[in-house]
């Protein structure tokens, strides 16, 4: 095992020991060391927890099963296109995932850095995911294949705040 070396006063002293004995340096953890010392959490607050994981789960379900057979057979679209915009889609989640976060984690705000982005992402994912499974109404392919992939893009950006 390594040894991490912190510059105290003048003198080096390791970060860690072998044995990752934290009360050794003087100061109490602030991590229960056993379950029995952790709080319990109650059923309410696992529910709430709980809550936001099935609609997630069933989006990504819903388009990782069925988008490729509705842009082909209900817009009819080529299915290169298709492939184009599911393509363009995992590159600007990609793109998005990083940026994104960095964006979160230097948000300041009285209600933490999360919560804003997670409040001002609700209605423009509601709303991107229902351009995802509209017919667009245009007779051009071109136009079709550009309401879906603008639909298909915010829904990615959306979904990463």
């Known amino acids: 095992m390594t040894k991490s070396w912190a510059k105290n006063d003048g003198e080096y002293e390791p970060l860690l020991d072998d044995t990752f004995d934290s009360t050794s340096s003087?100061?109490?953890?602030t991590v229960p060391t056993t379950v029995k010392d952790a709080k319990?959490?109650?059923?309410?607050k696992k529910l709430g927890f709980a809550w936001g994981g099935p609609p997630n789960q069933l989006t990504h379900?819903?388009?990782g099963f069925q988008l490729n057979f509705f842009l082909l057979v209900i817009v009819q679209l080529q299915p290169r296109v298709v492939g184009a915009i599911v393509?363009?889609?995992r590159f600007w989640d990609?793109?998005?995932?990083?940026?994104?976060?960095?964006?979160?984690?230097r948000t300041r705000s009285r209600w933490g850095s999360l919560k804003p982005w997670i409040?001002?992402?609700?209605?423009?994912?509601?709303?991107?995911?229902?351009?995802?499974?509209?017919?667009?109404?245009?007779?051009?392919?071109?136009?079709?294949a550009a309401f879906v992939t603008a639909g298909y893009l915010m829904y990615q950006l959306c979904i990463s705040m």
């Not at 319990?40 to 309410?44: D, N, T």
Request: glycine letters at 12%; hydrophobic letters at 45%.
């Open 119 to 144: 409040a001002g992402s609700i209605v423009p994912l509601g709303l991107s995911y229902l351009a995802i499974w509209s017919v667009p109404p245009f007779y051009s392919d071109s136009a079709r």
């Open 87 to 89: 393509l363009s889609g």
């Open 61 to 63: 379900t819903l388009i």
């Open 26 to 29: 003087g100061h109490t953890p």
């Open 94 to 105: 990609g793109l998005m995932d990083p940026t994104v976060g960095m964006m979160t984690t």
């Open 40 to 44: 319990p959490i109650s059923a309410l």
